[in-house]
T-cell receptor
Framework: AQTVTQSQPEMSVQEAETVTLSCTYD???????LFWYKQPPSRQMILVIR??????QNATENRFSVNFQKAAKSFSLKISDSQLGDAAMYFC?????????????FGEGTQLTVNP | AAGVIQSPRHLIKEKRETATLKCYPI?????VYWYQQGPGQDPQFLIS???????DKGSIPDRFSAQQFSDYHSELNMSSLELGDSALYFC?????????????FGNGTRLTVT
């Protein structure tokens, strides 16, 4: 079974600065997808960014980018120019690409605080 | 754009009662997923349906059952409720059931069992 580990239960960053959230995963599959979801105090689950394992290029979405190290099974999220609205719980997630209807497996989450 | 619709938003039940949660996926999405999130925890996968057939099963108690209907909406039925069932229940949907299509989550149903 695949597992996702987020070793940082809490992180904090000053507004306008950059922060990196860590994530590692374990899988024997070669076809899979990785995601970062954001859960603000409203508890809504919001997709931040996704990465296909077969792509070497790191995904980028505006101020959000990932550092995908496939051999190391590492998938970190970098938030640049942090804003107060970025404060949330961030979940790293894995999804198999080898079966239809496959589940999303989440890490334990990292609570990000943005200080003004 | 249309999103995943869950109802009700909040539900309060007593122990041993029954609850039914409903989920309406994004139009044309054919796969529905149910997750349970306890306080301070990550979402735990319960069950999923692809084209109205159960496609995957996670840590869903035997007291719970779910199905996907012909219009692709899904219902999670929970019986003999226990205090530990109090949680936020998410429904998510995706297209074609492949990994390339990300899961889109509804706003969740907050269930409180007293």
């Amino acid at each position: 079974a695949q597992t996702v580990t987020q070793s940082q239960p809490e992180m904090s960053v000053q507004e306008a600065e950059t922060v990196t959230l860590s994530c590692t995963y374990d899988t024997s599959e070669s076809d899979y997808y990785l995601f970062w979801y954001k859960q603000p105090p409203s508890r809504q689950m919001i997709l931040v960014i996704r990465q296909e394992a077969y792509k070497q290029q790191n995904a980028t979405e505006n101020r959000f980018s990932v550092n995908f190290q496939k051999a190391a099974k590492s998938f970190s999220l970098k938030i640049s120019d942090s804003q107060l609205g970025d404060a949330a719980m961030y979940f790293c997630a894995y999804r198999s690409g080898e079966t239809s209807g496959s589940r999303l497996t989440f890490g334990e989450g990292t609570q990000l605080t943005v200080n003004p | 754009a249309a999103g995943v619709i869950q109802s009700p938003r909040h539900l309060i039940k007593e122990k041993r009662e029954t609850a039914t949660l409903k989920c309406y996926p994004i139009p044309r999405h054919d796969t529905v997923y149910w997750y349970q999130q306890g306080p301070g925890q990550d979402p735990q996968f319960l069950i999923s349906f692809y084209e109205k057939m159960q496609s995957d099963k996670g840590s869903i108690p035997d007291r719970f059952s779910a199905q996907q209907f012909s219009d692709y909406h899904s219902e999670l039925n929970m019986s003999s409720l226990e205090l530990g069932d109090s949680a936020l229940y998410f429904c998510a949907s995706s297209l074609t059931g492949t990994g390339d299509s990300p899961l889109h989550f509804g706003n969740g149903t907050r269930l409180t069992v007293t």
